[in-house]
């Protein structure tokens, strides 16, 4: 089957994916996960649920998988068992097939939001409150370097996309991700998007490449995606080089393990660097730190605002400024508590009551 990519993601993957297709066009579902053609898991709420649907057997799911690979460009099969692809309405697909696979064809749909998750929103949905608002509206006025850390599905680019919207009109933004998912809003934004080797593995293009290529072309902020690997050392120089205001997300599980993946992955750079000296400028690179969790209950949430102090021995030290504190869990699960403020004064209070800016 060759089919011409139409610009409604969804009805594109239907064609494909006809088994799952009633959870294709529900906006409630937020992923979609195939373990095999007999076993299907959707994501609604923020909770994992098991479906009914059903693939007719495993070669149909491999074939339709290879399929959506062939559409976009990409191959799927044997020599090439992963696929890593971004469909036309900015939805995510990943698959793997056997024998990485035991229960046979993987396939993992991140589906792309149509609607952009603005701060008012977050507020209202309780992830953060008025106090905490203030606190991340100052980070990006005042041009600290943030850092949105968090487990997988935690929020962390939904809170990224909301954070970017306090740049000021007038700055130029360069964003660099490796599939777009970011929906800045200010007008002056040059989005780049990375490009993976083609089948004779010639033509590759990295963050790493593009962080190069950011820095010749003046900007105000650099705002990148996900640090993933050694583009992290990159980015770290660029920060401590004067390009302040800069966002990322990373992976971790805390403010402090945030600024360790940071410094695990610069190492992966393949540069030789003293670890004391890569520290220090990961300290000196990064201000604040803004921790995201998704709850037991499934609800997303800002739970910590932390600032980055110099080291202390050769080890890192952040300071909580804001977060949340679960109170109680209900028998259904749902999860009670506040935002409070932890008493430490910002470093930065004087820079913001100059600069006339609210914390």
Known sequence: MNQTISSDGNSFLTLF???????????????????????????????????????????????AAANIAKSVGRILDDMHPRLDARLPDGSRVHAVIPPLSRVGTVV??????????TIDMMERFGSLDEG???LVRALVLLHKNVIVSGATSSGKTSVLNALSSFIPEGERVLVIEDA???????????????RKADKNGQGEVTIRDL??????????????????????????????????GSMSTIHANSPVDCLRRIETCALLSGIDVPLVALRSQVASAIDAVVHTARLSDGSRKIVSVAEVMPLEGGDYRVRELRRWKTEAIAPDGAVAGRFEQTGEEPTFAEQARIAGVEL
Not at 180 to 194: D, S
Request: aromatic share 4%.
């Open 132 to 134: 905490m608002r203030r």
């Open 108 to 117: 993992s749909i991140r589906k792309f939001k149509k609607e952009t998750l």
């Open 211 to 244: 962080i190069h290529s950011a820095l010749r072309l003046r900007p105000d902020r650099i705002v990148i995606g996900e640090i993933r690997g050694g583009e992290a050392l990159d980015l770290l120089q660029a920060l401590n080089t004067g390009h302040a």
């Open 17 to 63: 994916l006809a088994p799952v297709a009633e959870y294709l066009a529900d906006d409630s579902v937020s992923e979609i996960l195939v373990n095999g053609p007999s076993q299907v898991y959707i994501e609604r709420g923020g909770k994992l649920v098991d479906v009914p649907a059903k693939f007719v057997s495993e070669p149909a799911l491999r074939a």
């Open 180 to 194: 777009t998912e970011l929906q800045l809003q200010q007008r002056h934004v040059v989005p780049f998007e990375t």
